[in-house]
């Protein structure tokens, strides 16, 4: 077996796990939050997903798209974009060895980042505060990214 | 080296492997269904995909959208929205040091349930097939995120 | 703590971790190529974010789909299709004790392959170029992907 005390007390990776399954967790909100949204609104995009609400030509007025449930979607793909990038960069990050609190500097930053997007893309608020969230969790993954690279470059 | 022979005795970690694999290998087999599709039925996004057909105002007529493409578009998305999260929290999971056999309960429920999804989805199937396979899937990663920070939250 | 001296002596893993911070980087680049081609197009899909260039009926008429915008985003979901499994299986293979110069090629091939598609996309350049790097990193995945399940199968 690992010795998993080792990587348990690994403070950066703890650290790492945490904020990322929290991250995870709040993007798969987004699907929930999708399918709420074509329920109460009646919009489905697959003919048997309103055969439920009527049959044959009764049941197509329901094949629509509608604004709100386009947002929601691509809040929800602007999540996907974003927190791969920070899941495969922090990983690496995280394990090489970098100081805690640095490391914790920049989970934060990333997880409250994406948190306040969705916020603002969701509400909607007005520009330019869903561009500066996406900006901060951007750079974050560029700076993991930046000090990987400069440290442990292998090619 | 790493002392790889600890790894490969990890036993969750090795069945994480194992699934992650598998489960992405059914995700790689949606883009060539696209492609299968967008070939056979003639069906491009692209000019430069069917100039092949015909030059001109010729090779317009195939640049056009069909519901079957689509759907097999949605699903891939689907997959992606799903098995990201699976990755991220199920890696963490793996090397948390789990019960072994809830491991692998958690890891076959989910790929299993994924693999009834595509089938759900492409067939399709009534629902609510396809919800209760997407259910499955979501709750088996919530039910790991939750004993990842229930354990060992570090933030 | 981990010895990390011992991650950092895997060769086959800080080839992974620098190839795969360099991918994850680029497909970042293509959220600015988008915001880049929106703002220099006035191409917007949120009425928030054209508010800045007028107000009301006279903003509306930013709201629309271009070509070229469409473009980058279905180039930037094609790497996202594509990156997931390459960073999931590629994690896994990277720590399953390979040779190193086999895993530096199927590294250096899959990197180069998804720089070219990204490049034949947005050229765009004829057919098949795109096909072929889609295919050389399609390829690569399933390779690593076959060891990793002929080696260490856990079911």
Redesign the interface.
Same mark, same amino acid.
């Given at each position: 077996?690992?010795?998993?005390t080792? %990587?348990?007390? #690994?403070?950066a990776?703890?650290?790492f796990?945490?904020?990322?399954?929290?991250i995870?967790?709040k993007?798969?909100f987004?699907?929930t939050a999708t399918a709420f949204q074509r329920l109460t609104k009646k919009v489905f %995009? #697959?003919p048997?997903?309103c055969?439920?609400f009527g049959k044959g030509e009764n049941a197509k007025k329901y094949l629509r798209t509608d604004d709100r449930v386009e $947002?929601v979607r691509?809040a929800?793909?602007n999540d996907?974009? #974003?927190? %791969? &990038?920070f899941?495969?960069?922090g990983?690496?990050y995280s394990?090489?060895?970098p100081d805690v609190s640095t490391a914790l500097l920049h989970f934060r930053l990333f997880v409250g980042s994406r948190i306040y997007h969705t916020i603002a893309y969701l509400t &909607?608020? &007005?520009?330019p505060n $869903?561009a500066l969230a996406?900006f901060v969790g951007?750079g974050v993954?560029?700076s993991m990214?930046y000090n990987?690279?400069k440290n $442990?470059?292998?090619?």
């Open positions: 077996m690992v010795d998993l080792q %990587v348990a007390e #690994n403070e990776f703890m650290a796990a945490s904020y990322a399954t929290i995870l967790s993007m798969m987004m699907s %995009v #697959n048997e997903d055969a439920h $947002r691509r929800h793909l996907l974009e #974003n927190i %791969v &990038p899941l495969g960069i990983l690496l394990l090489s060895g &909607p608020l &007005p520009q $869903r996406f951007y993954t560029f990214a990987l690279l $442990r470059l292998y090619l």
